[in-house]
């Protein structure tokens, strides 16, 4: 059973929010966000639910405060107005003060940023404490090591230890088992801002092998498509039978277009074992789509995948 003392996402959330809290309570900037840089987007995932940074919230990379301080320019920001680094951004004179830190992710590469804004102008660069909001910064990227590894040192426990959350005749995740790496990832979503997306696939002329050849011939089908599935995604990645001869998959780090090909390779590589598939995908986006409903998204663009395919024949 996973408590909050071993969920690193929630553990992650929590900190996250403190640190937001601490800072709204304690600074001239009433804004603040832990944000994740996701693809081309800044997406802003714990604030303090201001109008100036809302949870979900997206913006253009190019176009950030935070991307200009990453690359070099003041963590601190009194008047962007007067600041010939950030004077040219959109959001200016919209936000006059900013204040911001990277974050690391695991791997050492930028995960996001911790940042401050505010709609009106600091009296001088030391209203913020950049050394403090440094150190802040480094401790939530701290958090962040220790929460990735948590987590996946719960995910493979749970692999190992769930017999009853497999399929038994393909060995790959049943509908339970799919269901809970579902919320698994879904936290990872809320808390990190992962791109996770899901795809299902629902194989072709199951139900007539069946009727003319008999199950044992079925059964075989399934166990050659579960195969190429399990051999065609990460280790990151979650493949399940979710019933019949529908196959679901959580498709971790890829961007929509990156989804896309994967997808389409998966069917490619079923196709060159003799097996016809079809199939659809969607991602969640956090705070605006749930991998629920990017899984109810997924399943109607199968469908229309299947329709569209049997008209074209």
């Known amino acids: 059973m996973i408590t909050p003392a071993t969920d690193g996402a929630a553990l992650f959330a929590q900190s996250a929010h403190d640190v937001v809290a601490y800072l709204t309570r304690t600074t001239r900037l009433p804004s603040w966000s832990v944000s994740r840089l996701a693809d081309t987007q800044q997406v802003h995932l714990h604030t303090d639910g201001t109008d100036l940074l809302q949870p979900g919230m997206q913006v253009a990379w190019q176009e950030t405060f935070c991307r200009k301080m990453v690359g070099g320019a ?10 010939p680094a950030y004077r040219d951004l959109p959001a200016v004179p919209a936000i006059r003060a900013y204040a911001g830190t990277p974050l690391a992710a695991p791997d050492g ?24 909001l440094a150190l802040l910064g480094e ?10 590894r948590l987590d ?4 493979d426990a749970r692999i190992a230890q769930g017999t009853a959350e497999t399929d038994a005749l393909t060995g790959l995740l049943n509908r339970r088992g799919w269901d809970l790496a579902l919320a698994e ?18 194989l072709d002329g199951l139900k007539q092998i069946n009727d003319e050849q008999g199950h044992v011939a079925g059964d075989e089908l399934l166990q050659r498509a579960a195969k190429v599935l399990a051999g065609s995604v990460r280790r990151s990645d979650r493949v399940a039978r979710y019933g019949g001869d529908e196959f ?11 989804r896309e090909a994967r997808v389409a390779q998966i069917v490619e590589a079923l196709a060159g074992e003799g097996i016809a598939a079809s199939a659809g995908s969607a991602a969640a986006r956090p705070s605006e789509l749930t991998l629920v409903q990017a899984f109810h998204d997924a399943d109607a663009a199968m469908y229309r995948n299947k329709r569209e395919r049997r008209s074209a024949r």
């Open 152 to 155: 996946l040192a719960v995910s």
């Open 74 to 83: 003041a963590n601190v920001v009194p008047d962007s107005t007067l600041d």
């Open 185 to 202: 990832a879904q936290a990872r979503v809320d808390a990190y801002g992962d791109l996770i997306g899901v795809a299902v696939l629902d």
């Open 248 to 258: 679901t998959l959580l498709l971790s780090g890829a961007t929509d277009a990156q």
């Open 109 to 132: 590469e930028l995960f996001g940023v911790l940042c401050g804004v505010s709609e009106k102008p600091l009296d001088d660069a030391r209203d913020v404490d950049a050394s403090l």
């Open 139 to 148: 401790l939530l990227a701290a958090q962040l090591v220790t929460s990735r």
